[in-house]
């Protein structure tokens, strides 16, 4: 008999916790679902106030409205045939960048551990021919052997860029988490 009442009690204590356990979860899901509906909310008036500020723009930006403004504050007019420019009286183009030579100098591979050799230019006969706009140098590096090269003493280590002041200390808000997190353009 004492086993059938321990048997007893055993059951009763869990059916009381299953039924707890069961509330909880039936709690948090309801917690859950009003949550993800607030959100739904949200998204939706973000979406309209963009959609309202695309037709306010839309509005401002009309065509005969900026022209107005520009009448009343711009002093415009006509292109003249006097400020048309000849492709003669452009700037030379600039020269080009050595960019691989530049990493391999920043890296300290140049020097020592590298050449640089100048192709000369083919030497021409100056009466025979009109003088040409002179074609850039080729430049040529030769690296020695990896047997020969050593390492260098210390490479630079940039320093990681800070974050913006304005964005540290802009304002977290309900439409940068919807980026974020994809939901929102």
Do not use: C
Not at 69 to 85: C, N
Not at 124 to 130: H, M
């Amino acid at each position: 008999m004492k086993i059938a009442r321990i048997l007893n009690v055993v059951a009763v204590g869990a059916l009381v916790a299953a039924a707890v356990n069961l509330y909880r979860i039936k709690y948090d899901a309801t917690m859950h679902a009003e949550h993800a509906q607030k959100l739904k909310r949200e998204i939706t008036l973000e979406r309209d106030a963009i959609a309202t500020l695309k037709a306010e723009w839309a509005y401002l930006a009309r065509p005969d409205r900026v022209q107005t403004f520009t009448k009343q504050h711009l002093d415009l007019a006509p292109l003249g045939r006097e400020q048309t420019v000849t492709l003669a009286s452009l700037p030379a183009r600039p020269a080009p960048v050595d960019e691989i030579g530049n990493k391999l100098e920043a890296l300290g591979l140049m020097g020592q551990d590298a050449s640089i050799a100048v192709d000369p230019q083919p030497t021409a006969p100056t009466a025979a021919k009109k003088p040409v706009a002179s074609a850039p140098k080729k430049t040529t590096i030769a690296v020695k052997p990896v047997a020969q090269l050593k390492a260098p003493d210390s490479r630079p280590i940039p320093a990681p860029k800070p974050m913006p002041a304005e964005r540290r200390n802009a304002p977290f808000g309900i439409s940068d988490f919807l980026k974020k997190m994809g939901l929102a353009q």
